[in-house]
């Protein structure tokens, strides 16, 4: 299980919420024809606020393959994430995980 801890930049909550409900909506079946490539049996994004500053805690099976890059959706997704999220350096610990298949 992989976790994906970010800080949402100032101004840009809007743009990632935007950009997640069309990931959820008019790229979803792409978006999950990238998860079959990359072998990925879940992935989500939730986001949070704590003291007056939003938060983006990104939850996802483990790739099997890489992200093919080759991909326009990818390329606007890793556009969109280096554009809205800004990295946290706060550790995980995971306490337990179950997938039941």
């Not at 069309?22 to 990238?34: C, F, G, I, M, Q």
């Not at 998860?35 to 099976?61: D, K, M, P, T």
């Amino acid at each position: 299980m992989q976790f994906v801890f970010k800080k949402i930049k100032k101004d840009k909550l809007d743009i990632w919420r935007d950009w997640c409900e069309l990931l959820r909506t008019k790229y979803s079946k792409e978006a999950l024809e990238t998860l079959v490539e990359e072998g990925v049996l879940f992935e989500a994004f939730i986001c949070f606020e704590i003291n007056n500053q939003w938060y983006s805690l990104g939850l996802s099976s483990v790739p099997i393959t890489p992200t093919n890059m080759n991909r326009e959706l990818n390329r606007k997704h890793k556009a969109m994430r280096k554009e809205c999220l800004e990295d946290m350096s706060i550790p995980v610990e995971i306490l337990y995980s179950f997938i039941n298949k």
